[in-house]
C-alpha cells in the first residue's frame, strides 16, 4: 500500500470516529496519540450501546421476562464473538472483567492463592503496575519472591536470562505481549513453551497486543491471556481474562455475590460453573454487549491494514524525531508496535507534553505506570506517542511539527 493509497482509506476509517472532528483549544485539530492509554471508539459502537441503553436494558440472567432474555442474550453472543476473536476453545473460557487490571487481580487472587512461603514468579522489568502490584499483594498471605527479567540497552528482554530464573519453586511466569512504553513485541510463543518445559503456566497481559495484531490463545498455548475492549476501539469499564478451562475449573472464585452461585445457605454455598463462577455480581451487561461491534470494526478494517499504518506511522514519526537534537527515544527493537516513548534534552516530559496539548496533540507524559522501568531506562519519566489505524501522515506531521515548536521554546 503507497501512503496515497492508504490515506484515501484511512480517511474512510477515521470519518467513522466523530470524536476525531472536534477541535481543541478554539480551532486546533484534535491529533489523538494517546492511543496506548485509550484508543477511541467508531459509530457502530457507540450507536450500540445507545441501542441497548434504549431498547434492551435489564438485568442479566436474573429475569424470566422479555428484556432480560434480550440482555442476556447480547452478553452471551459477546462471549462467543469474543472466544472466536481470540481462538478460545469454548466460550465458557471467556471471563468478562472491568479490565486487563481486574483479570490480573483475579488471577493474582484465585490461582495465587495457593502459594506459599518461597514460591516464585518470574515477572520482567517492563511490566505495568498492573502486573507487578497484585502479586505483591499476594505477599499478606505467603512470602513469595518476585524474580525479574531484565532487557537490553534497547529495550529486548533478556531471553537468556529468563530461561535462568526458572527452579523448582517458580509457579507461574507472567509477562506483557507488548511494551505499553518501549513498544517491545515479545517472543510470548517461544517465553510460554520454556516455561511449559518447567511445567510453569504462563499469563500473557496482551493489553497492548489485542489492539494491534490477531490473537491465537490456543496456538500460543498461553494459559492465562488478559486484555482491555477500552483499548481496542470497545466501551470502557470491560476486559476479558481468558484461561484454559481446567485450569479455571481448579481456581476457587475471585469474588463472591449474586450470579456466581448454585446454592447459598448459612452453613455453605456452591459455586456455578464456568465462566459465571467468576463473574460475582451484576456485570456492565451494556458494554459487553457492546464490544463485538469493536470486533468487527477490527476485522472489517483488517489487521493488514491496521498494522500497515501503524508501522507506517511509526517509521515517518521515528525518522522524524530523530532530527530532532536532543532526542532520546526509549525502546528502539526493530520488533515493535507503535508506541514511542521519548525525552529531548533536559526539558521535562511534562513540559513538553503540556506544550504539545496547547497546540492540540494529546500525548502521555509520566511514568506510565512502570515506574520500575524508568528506574531501569534512569528517567522520571517519559512523553508516549502512540498510534491507532485511524491516525493520517497529517497526524504525523502535524505531531512533528508541534514538538519541533515546543523543543525550541523549552530549550
Ligand atoms: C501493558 C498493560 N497492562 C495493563 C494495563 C492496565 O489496563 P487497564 O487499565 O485497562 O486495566 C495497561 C494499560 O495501560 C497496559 O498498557
Request: net charge negative; with cysteine.
Amino acid at each position: 500500500m503507497s501512503r496515497m493509497e492508504d490515506t484515501e482509506v484511512i480517511g474512510r476509517i477515521r470519518d467513522e470516529f466523530p470524536i476525531l472532528e472536534r477541535k481543541t483549544y478554539g480551532e486546533r485539530p484534535l491529533v489523538y496519540l494517546d492511543n496506548t492509554a485509550s484508543s477511541q471508539t467508531p459509530r457502530e459502537v457507540l450507536a450500540e450501546i445507545d441501542n441497548i441503553y434504549t431498547l434492551h436494558k435489564a438485568n442479566v440472567h436474573r429475569g424470566v421476562h422479555l428484556l432480560s432474555r434480550e440482555a442476556t442474550d447480547l452478553q452471551e453472543a459477546s462471549r462467543r464473538s469474543v472466544a472466536e476473536f481470540i481462538n478460545a476453545a469454548s466460550p465458557e473460557e471467556v471471563i468478562f472483567t472491568r479490565g486487563t487490571t481486574e483479570g490480573i487481580n483475579l488471577v493474582a487472587s484465585s490461582f495465587g492463592g495457593e502459594f506459599r512461603d518461597g514460591d516464585e514468579i518470574i515477572l520482567t522489568v517492563m511490566e505495568h503496575h498492573a502486573n507487578i502490584v497484585p502479586w505483591q499483594l499476594l505477599r499478606r498471605h505467603a512470602d513469595i519472591r518476585i524474580r525479574v527479567v531484565p532487557i537490553t540497552d534497547d529495550g529486548a528482554l533478556d531471553l537468556e536470562e529468563y530461561r535462568r530464573l526458572f527452579n523448582p519453586r517458580t509457579r507461574l511466569a507472567s509477562f506483557c505481549h507488548v511494551s505499553n512504553v518501549l513498544g517491545t513485541l515479545n517472543p510470548v510463543a517461544e517465553m510460554i513453551a520454556i516455561a511449559h518445559s518447567h511445567g510453569v503456566p504462563v499469563l500473557v497481559d496482551g493489553a497492548q497486543a489485542a489492539p494491534h495484531f490477531p490473537i491465537d490463545v490456543r496456538a500460543l498455548d498461553a494459559d492465562f491471556y488478559v486484555f482491555s475492549s477500552h483499548k481496542m476501539y470497545g466501551p470502557t469499564g470491560i476486559g476479558v481474562l481468558y484461561g484454559k478451562r481446567d485450569l479455571l475449573e481448579k481456581m476457587p472464585p475471585y469474588q463472591g455475590g449474586g450470579e456466581m452461585i448454585k446454592h447459598v445457605s448459612f452453613e455453605h454455598t456452591t459455586f456455578a460453573d464456568l465462566p459465571f463462577k467468576f463473574e460475582a455480581g451484576t456485570p456492565d451487561y451494556v458494554g459487553i454487549g457492546a464490544f463485538p461491534k469493536a470486533l468487527d470494526f477490527i476485522r472489517r478494517t483488517g489487521w493488514n491494514t491496521i498494522s500497515e499504518q501503524e508501522k507506517m506511522l511509526l517509521e515517518f514519526a521515528t525518522e522524524e524525531m530523530e532530527r530532532i537534537p536532543g532526542m532520546k527515544i526509549y525502546g528502539t527493537t526493530p520488533d515493535k508496535e507503535a508506541v514511542i516513548s521519548f525525552n529531548v534534552g533536559t526539558i521535562h516530559n511534562y513540559d513538553l507534553g503540556l506544550m504539545l496539548d496547547r497546540q492540540g496533540v494529546a500525548v502521555r507524559t509520566g511514568h506510565h505506570c512502570a515506574q520500575p522501568l524508568m528506574e531501569r531506562l534512569g528517567v522520571p519519566g517519559t512523553v508516549r506517542a502512540s498510534f491507532a489505524v485511524y491516525n493520517t501522515l497529517r497526524d504525523a506531521e502535524l505531531f512533528i511539527e508541534a514538538l519541533r515548536k515546543a523543543v525550541a521554546m523549552l530549550s
